[in-house]
């Protein structure tokens, strides 16, 4: 069972192109300034089984989307049941661009299963200080956009540059 707060069909703020976005439940950080601190409870949201849930998210899924964004909370509180949606998800579409957002660094969650299946990573916690509203697809200048795939090749995060 997994936990998640709301689906969103359409988004060009979390990720490249137009993603379906779920909003995962569950995030112990308690970071200052915290976007969606409603989140943050290890006990609220929804419960639903995985492929219930890999399910909503393929029905929303249209030729136009580039990929689905999971983000939070924090959806690596629960990375199994991450895993195994996103599993679910590309055995039927193997082809989806899948963003993570994350307030761990690559470096604490390289070894999970499920970044196995992403090809992006947004991580760092937010640092209210360091907020920059100008940064495409973060909210504070720490926070990196990983390229999973190679950063799991080179054995050490890759940092994409999107203007």
Known sequence: MIRYA?????????????????????????????????????????KIPENEFAEKLLNLITPVHKGITFTGGDPLIQADELNTVIKIIREQKPDLDIWVYTGFEF?????????????????????????????????????KIIDVVQSLKAGKPVVMQIA
């Open 6 to 46: 709301d689906i969103v069909d359409s988004s060009v703020v979390d990720g490249l192109g137009i993603r379906v976005v779920a909003f995962l439940q569950g995030c112990s950080f308690r970071c200052e300034g915290c976007h969606n601190p409603q989140l943050q409870s290890l006990s609220g949201g929804i």
């Open 107 to 143: 470096d604490e969650v390289k070894h999970l299963p499920v970044m196995r299946q992403i090809e992006v990573l947004v991580d760092g916690r937010f640092i209210l200080g360091q907020k920059d509203l100008n940064l495409p697809f973060r909210g504070s200048a720490n926070q």
